[in-house]
């Protein structure tokens, strides 16, 4: 799959990026939202999943989705929070988002969540 | 009501026993006769009373110091209890500014807690493959976020803490801001506000308690916060020079500014514009108190609309030295 990362925590980039890199993924990692927006924009039907950290200064992860969600894109998104979010459902209302995880979390998670999305891009 | 009744019970006493003392003066006695006021009762008569007049008054006298004791016994345990009160409520107040600001101070700690678990999870994957030249970065990566948590978690538990609210010692105020920062100044900087440092590097010391002192500094940060959650230009300023004998800081943001109809009250006990169960209405109040008790002052500028700047003015340490040796 093709993914996009986004997140402000260097370390935490670095660290994804790697792992889903080892799993045989093609990673874009950014670290902001605007950045990240652009990138989708320039190539959008190349991505299969965005991972985004809740909050980033400047834009953040949640207006980023909003965003192209508005201008129609269908993306899968999975968003890694460091606020305790994964129980506020009311983020992941009218939005295509597949998971929410809290930091720290494990990589079996992401796991389960990557399987979950490369089984519904099989379907499709 | 009581009292007066008491009073005049007490002067009425102390006139029977001074009056046949007075007798013993021989223009008295003149005037005694003169008057013929008690012409049925014998001086010697008098002197028979002296006794029994001064046992009671003896008793009465003895009553009023008893009852004295007792008064300033109650005085002495209300002050003491105030004291406690007092203590109390600086330490709610202070857990209230943590509680405040608890989503950013998770914030700072689940990150390296991420950190942390993907980099564990990373190095035991490479462990597996057998890549172990690989794992050192990643322990390293540990070995640094951990350091990270514990700054924090550390600090807020010498923030919350009890022990060293009489702590006095020389303060390096720029340090006290900076530290004011740890618990949420990428907070700050998620909600997009920019914050600007303008410390003056030559800042003498002052004399004070540094947990009081960022006690004020996170409570003006997380108003300046509130204040700027809807405005468009969104700017914390933190300034800190040094005017005659007074160390300045200056918190201004640009925010929506205080009303003019709320601006005296603002350092009121349990005034808040927070929406309910954000806000205690502690925060400025204390810091008040906190000001006071270093000899200096706290003020405010602010236009509606506009935003606001605290003003913060502490004596140099030589200066309160002085101020204490009067």
Redesign the interface.
């Known amino acids: 799959m093709k993914i996009l990362i986004m997140d402000d925590?260097p370390?935490?980039l670095k660290?994804?990026g790697?792992?889903l890199t080892?799993l045989n993924h093609q990673v874009v990692p950014v670290s902001n939202g605007k950045k990240g927006l652009e990138l989708f924009l320039e190539d959008p039907e190349t991505f299969d999943l965005i991972i985004t950290d809740f909050?980033?200064?400047?834009l953040?992860g949640i207006s980023v989705v909003a965003r192209l969600k508005d201008e129609g894109y269908d993306v899968p998104v999975v968003f890694?929070s460091?606020?305790?979010m994964a129980d506020k459902k009311e983020v992941t209302q009218n939005l295509k988002i597949v998971a929410v995880l809290?930091?720290?979390?494990?990589?079996?998670e992401l796991n389960e969540v990557l399987s979950l999305v490369e089984t519904h891009e099989n379907k499709q | 009501m009581g009292r007066i009744i008491k009073g005049i019970i007490f002067i009425a006493i102390l006139g029977a026993v001074l009056f046949p003392v007075l007798c013993w003066i021989d223009a008295f006695e003149l005037l005694w006769e003169w008057t013929g006021f008690y012409e049925n009762i014998e001086i010697d008569e008098l002197f028979i009373l002296f006794p029994i007049l001064v046992f009671f008054f003896v008793i009465f006298l003895g009553l009023q110091v008893k009852e004295i004791i007792y008064l300033s016994q109650k005085l002495q345990v209300s002050s003491d209890e105030l004291k406690v009160s007092q203590s109390q409520l600086v330490q709610s107040a202070k857990l209230a500014s943590v509680g405040e600001m608890i989503?950013a101070v998770?914030?700072?700690i689940?990150?390296p807690?991420?950190?942390?678990?993907?980099?564990a999870?990373?190095s035991l994957?490479l462990h597996e493959q057998g890549k172990y030249d690989l794992i050192e970065e990643?322990l390293r990566?540990i070995k640094v976020?951990t350091k990270r948590a514990s700054v924090i978690v550390n600090h807020l538990l010498e923030f919350c803490r009890d022990a060293g609210l009489e702590k006095q010692e020389d303060v390096d105020i720029n340090e006290v801001i900076n530290k004011s920062f740890i618990f949420f100044s990428k907070d700050l900087?998620?909600k997009?506000i920019k914050v600007i440092h303008e410390l003056s590097e030559d800042l003498p010391l002052v004399n004070g308690n540094v947990i009081e002192l960022e006690q004020v500094f996170i409570n003006l940060f997380s108003n300046a916060e509130n204040a700027l959650r809807s405005s468009s230009e969104k700017q914390l300023t933190v300034r800190s020079f040094h005017r005659g004998c007074f160390v300045i800081v200056e918190v201004e943001d640009t925010g929506c500014g205080i009303p003019f109809n709320v601006k005296s009250k603002i350092f009121d006990s349990f005034f808040t514009t927070k929406e309910k169960g954000e806000g205690t209405g502690l925060g400025l109040s204390i810091s008040y108190k906190i000001i006071q008790n270093h000899k200096g002052t706290i003020g405010v500028e602010s236009e509606e609309g506009k935003g606001s700047k605290f003003i913060i003015q502490i004596p140099v340490m030589k200066v309160h030295e002085n101020i204490d040796n009067g």
């Open positions: 925590e370390l935490i660290l994804l790697n792992y080892m909050k980033m200064s400047g953040d890694i460091g606020y305790g809290d930091k720290p979390f494990d990589l079996e | 989503a998770v914030h700072e689940n990150n807690l991420g950190v942390i678990n993907m980099a999870d990373v994957i990643h990566a976020q900087s998620n997009n």
